[in-house]
């Protein structure tokens, strides 16, 4: 025995070296495996920050931001005339709210596109790449009850047998009384993957001195051609209950 | 004399096991190497991700700027802190296209920064009337020994931010040139690089 173990002596080194080899081969992998992973979840964690802090900023300069009476935006180093009113976007929100809250509509169609309108200019370098819904809904309302008071959804229409490829894509805006309040988790969320959402909370009064808390928010998405949106698209009836508001994107143009 | 049989020499025996333990020592510490640089570089990534972020929401404040001097007011505050990283801040109207921000970035010389601020037309920031002038809200930072943007070949983060900006607008009547101070939609956007 002593003798074949003498005679094997090279082979037990080459086994041993092969031993090694597969050692090294799984530290290596380890180490590969350790390096692509590294930092992953601390990007997502900033990246998370940042569509955080975006969605944050656009529902805080919506309600910053001044609008005339029949909602046209101001822009910068522009020349106004005297005559017209500058408003905030919100003040016309508390007074539809005050004048029509014993009403099933709230908030009036000229409102509901000066909201657009506002939605419209606040993102429009981020136009072509995301959608989003604005929503203003009754804060600790019964679950699956009606509770928005209004909801705009900017959604980008894909046209596929336009020959104009400007045109394959145009921004449409609804306004949606959806007929329960899970709507958004229950189809938006599922369908686009990815949404960052913000929330404020406000005060809206009656007439009568009478006030409610409400919940404002934006969710904002990456735009993509799912099928709750081209059934709203194409005025199919879903439990969004959507109305599309005409001429947004042409009159502020 | 039968124990050394096929005898090659010290080196020769071993010949065949070293081959494969050299292979193995070049893999693990090409891999090693590997995992260092990728290490070192995603902690640079990450650290400069956090400053942005850091940098952003103090320049912001509450997403509304009420003029060019808070603005310049933030700005010379970030600079005191000495960041390890150069950047540019800007301010543009809701107008902007976001891909030709770069470009613009990439075109200026913060040795010049007092005409970068001060240039009513050259640049296509956002910009305010002031006692001193027109100002534009443009604000940068170059780390000590930091290279200009323009001649940055490595990589840069850039981001962009929606917010308020208090303009003074003029409000055209027959007789009286007056003015008053709305509040605009804008962009903030920003760059970090190394």
Same mark, same amino acid.
């Given at each position: ?16 070296? *092969? ?9 290596g992998?380890?180490l590969f495996?350790f390096a692509i992973?590294?930092? *992953? ?17 656009? *529902? ?154 409400? *919940? ?38 | ?26 893999i693990?510490f090409s891999v090693f190497v590997l995992t260092l640089n990728t290490y070192?570089e ?153």
């Open positions: 025995m002593n003798a074949f173990f003498r005679e094997h002596k090279a082979q037990a080194a080459l086994v041993d070296s *092969l031993f090694f080899i597969a050692i090294i081969s799984a530290l992998t380890g495996y992973n590294y930092g *992953l979840s601390s990007e997502e964690l900033l990246n998370s920050f940042y569509s955080s802090d975006f969605t944050t900023d656009a *529902l805080k300069v919506i309600t910053y931001v001044n609008i005339t009476r029949d909602g046209e935006i101001v822009k910068a180093n522009r020349v106004v005339n005297s005559t017209d009113e500058f408003d905030y976007l919100f003040a016309m929100i508390k007074e539809d709210y005050a004048e029509n809250s014993k009403k099933e509509v709230k908030i009036t169609l000229p409102t509901q596109k000066n909201i657009a309108k506002t939605l419209y200019e606040v993102l429009k370098p981020f136009d072509s790449s995301f959608d989003y819904a604005f929503f203003i809904s009754k804060e600790g309302g019964v679950q699956g009850e009606q509770n928005f008071l209004v909801m705009i959804l900017a959604l980008h229409k894909y046209q596929s047998e336009e020959s104009d490829p400007l045109k394959m894509v145009t921004r449409e805006y609804y306004s949606c009384r959806p007929k329960f309040s899970n709507v958004i988790e229950k189809y938006i969320y599922p369908s686009v993957g990815s949404l960052d959402s913000s929330f404020g909370r406000i005060s809206l009064c009656e007439n009568s001195g009478t006030c409610s808390s409400f *919940l404002i928010g934006i969710n904002i998405w990456v735009s993509k051609s799912v099928e709750i949106f081209n059934k709203i698209n194409e005025g199919d009836d879903t439990e969004f209950v959507c109305t599309k508001l005409e001429g947004i994107v042409k009159e502020v143009n | 004399m039968l124990s050394r049989k096929g005898f090659i020499g010290p080196i020769g025996d071993d010949l065949p096991s070293l081959i494969p333990i050299v292979t193995g020592l070049v693990f070192n995603k902690n640079v990534f990450l650290e400069r991700q956090m400053d942005m972020t850091t940098v952003a929401r103090d320049i912001k404040g509450d997403s509304l700027i009420l003029n060019w001097s808070q603005f310049n007011h933030r700005c010379n505050e970030m600079k005191l802190r000495r960041y390890p990283y150069s950047f540019m801040i800007a301010i543009y109207n809701n107008e902007v296209d976001v891909t030709k921000v770069i470009d613009e970035f990439k075109g200026l010389n913060l040795d010049d920064y007092d005409s970068i601020i001060s240039s009513e037309n050259e640049f296509s920031f956002l910009g305010q009337k002031t006692d001193e002038g027109n100002k534009n809200f443009f604000c940068s930072y170059l780390r000590v020994g930091g290279r200009e943007f323009s001649e940055n070949k490595r990589q840069y983060t850039v981001r962009f931010y929606p917010i308020a900006v208090q303009q003074p607008i003029g409000v055209n009547t027959s007789n009286v040139n007056a003015t008053q101070f709305l509040i605009v939609p804008a962009v903030m956007a920003m760059v970090v690089w190394e």
